[in-house]
């Protein structure tokens, strides 16, 4: 970014004062930061170069006025109706989310300890076929 000249911080405190351009505007037509710009207008930067004085700067916001709180107005009661049941929600999410994790943990511990006290063994061989296919029939029957 360029500096600004002693002859230029005259014009960019009067754009400043006349307050018709906003401040990134200011700084697109003088090739500088939109901080710099600020710096001037607050008294930070070029104080010791004269110029017309910036107004004081007062909460603009986005410029609308907001319209007067009636609490009786239908749309804001469904509105905090809203607000305190996504409320209620987030809540509710929040106590499962901690259960689970507890659960989580609770099984976590036991899986762990299991792996290190449970071994595992060889598997049984398999079983062999039975010749005698009337005595399986027989043993069947009588059960």
């Known amino acids: 970014m360029a500096k600004l000249t002693k002859a230029q911080v005259p014009r960019v405190k009067k754009d400043i004062a006349e307050d018709k351009l906003t401040q ?39 410029g609308k006025k907001v319209p007067a709180y009636d609490p009786s107005d239908q749309r804001i ?17 929040r106590r499962k989310l901690q259960v689970a994790a507890k659960t989580q943990g609770l099984f ?3 899986v762990d300890e299991m792996d290190t006290r449970v071994k595992p063994f060889k598997s049984l061989p398999r079983a062999r076929p039975s010749y005698k296919a009337g005595r399986n029939i027989l043993l069947l029957s009588i059960l």
Request: net charge positive.
């Open 77 to 93: 009661l469904e509105l905090e109706a809203d607000v305190v049941h996504l409320r209620d929600e987030r809540n509710h999410a």
């Open 24 to 62: 990134p505007e200011i700084a697109k037509k003088y090739h500088v930061s939109r901080s710099l710009i600020s710096n001037i207008a607050t008294g930070r930067a070029y104080k010791d170069v004269p110029g017309p004085e910036a107004p004081p700067k007062g909460a603009r916001g986005q």
């Open 108 to 110: 976590k511990a036991v």
